[in-house]
């Protein structure tokens, strides 16, 4: 099956521990395993969100989603980390991941592995637990007036810092790869080079975080 797994949860074995949380910023873009996508990580109104940035294999649909209206939408810019918060003490954010192979939610955690790794771990009812260690391959993103904005307050339609236009060239581009196009679209914005800009702004997230 040509979907892969984005979330890159392996429910059923193959991780072999946390690192030890160092101090470090879970927000950017993040290779899988197996390299097949990049998640990219923003805070959104105080919670952790992840939403596909890039894809290998471009086109791909939630096909295994088990609502009907949802097996047609694309995997580009679909959300994969649900409304993960802060754990108190702790380098270590807790919500659900959404698995695109079998189209279901599971608890997860993510937890910085200094700054150039993130490891993701799901669980099953709290048990038959695994996950794999991601690869950063765009810088942190700075708060923006669309991921920065709380409840209640006026929505902003102010662009996000320039470093999201970074962030989105790096995403479409091989980890080893410089960017080259990162001045080229306006900040926050879809651009051919970063197709899904600032993910606080897509409607999925949006709707749930605002």
């Known amino acids: 099956m040509r979907l892969a797994l984005y979330t890159g949860l392996i429910l059923a074995g193959g991780f072999t521990g946390l690192t030890p949380a160092l101090a470090a910023d879970p927000t950017g873009d993040w290779r899988v395993a197996d390299g097949v996508a990049n998640i990219r990580v923003a805070q959104c109104n105080g919670s952790m969100w992840g939403a596909v940035s890039w894809e290998k294999q471009p086109g791909g649909r939630d096909e295994n989603n088990p609502d009907a209206s949802k097996k047609n939408r694309p995997t580009l810019g679909m959300p994969t980390l649900i409304d993960m918060k802060k754990k108190a003490g702790v380098d270590q954010w807790e919500g659900q991941v959404y698995n695109a192979k079998d189209g279901q939610l599971y608890s997860a955690t993510i937890?910085?592995?200094g700054t150039d790794q993130l490891e993701i771990k799901g669980c099953v009812m709290g048990f038959l637990c695994g996950g794999e260690t991601w690869t950063r391959v765009g810088p942190p993103i700075p708060l923006s007036p669309a991921n920065a904005m709380a409840k209640g307050m006026p929505k902003?339609?102010?662009a996000a810092p320039k470093a999201q236009a970074t962030t989105g060239a790096m995403a479409a581009a091989p980890a080893s790869a410089a960017p080259k196009?990162?001045?080229?679209?306006?900040?926050?914005?879809k651009s051919a080079s970063d197709p899904v800009g600032d993910i606080c702004l897509l409607p999925e997230i949006a709707g749930f975080a605002h």
């Open 111 to 113: 937890t910085p592995a």
């Open 156 to 158: 902003s339609t102010g």
């Open 181 to 189: 196009a990162a001045g080229a679209a306006k900040p926050g914005q």
